[in-house]
């Protein structure tokens, strides 16, 4: 059984900053991709950023230059550190991650509440 834990999200003004962090847990082999994804009403959940286990990551222009997504390998653990927030990032955001236990599996966090006022 494997889960992803999500933490730090809350209420920021805009300009603000926010660490979100993720660890899974149970029976891990290896991980692979580590995401975060957001959603909020009425909108498709989006790709926020990306991180594959050598360190390359993936932005997409929304949040470029203001988002950074880093990994602790040792800890299973995924940050999301936000910089520069605006009213438009509200939204919940989600933990993703490819998971090898040893099958690959695609396992997501329960969601964690970000809300930024103008």
């Known amino acids: 059984q494997v889960q992803l834990v999500e933490s730090g999200g809350g209420l920021v003004q805009a300009g603000g900053s926010l660490r979100l962090s993720c660890a899974a847990s149970?029976?891990?082999?290896?991980?692979?991709?580590m995401s975060w994804y957001r959603q909020s009403p009425g909108k498709q959940r989006e790709l926020v950023a990306s991180?594959?286990?050598?360190?390359?990551?993936n932005y997409p222009d929304a949040v470029k230059g203001r988002f950074s997504i880093s990994r602790d390998n040792a800890k299973n653990t995924v940050y999301l550190q936000m910089n520069s927030l605006k009213p438009e990032d509200t939204a919940v955001y989600y933990c993703?991650?490819?998971?090898?236990?040893?099958?690959?599996?695609?396992?997501w966090g329960q969601g964690t509440q970000v809300t930024v006022s103008s």
């Open positions: 993703n991650a490819l998971i090898f236990t040893p099958r690959p599996g695609n396992y």
């Open positions: 991180i594959i286990s050598g360190g390359t990551t």
């Open positions: 149970g029976s891990i082999v290896g991980i692979a991709t």
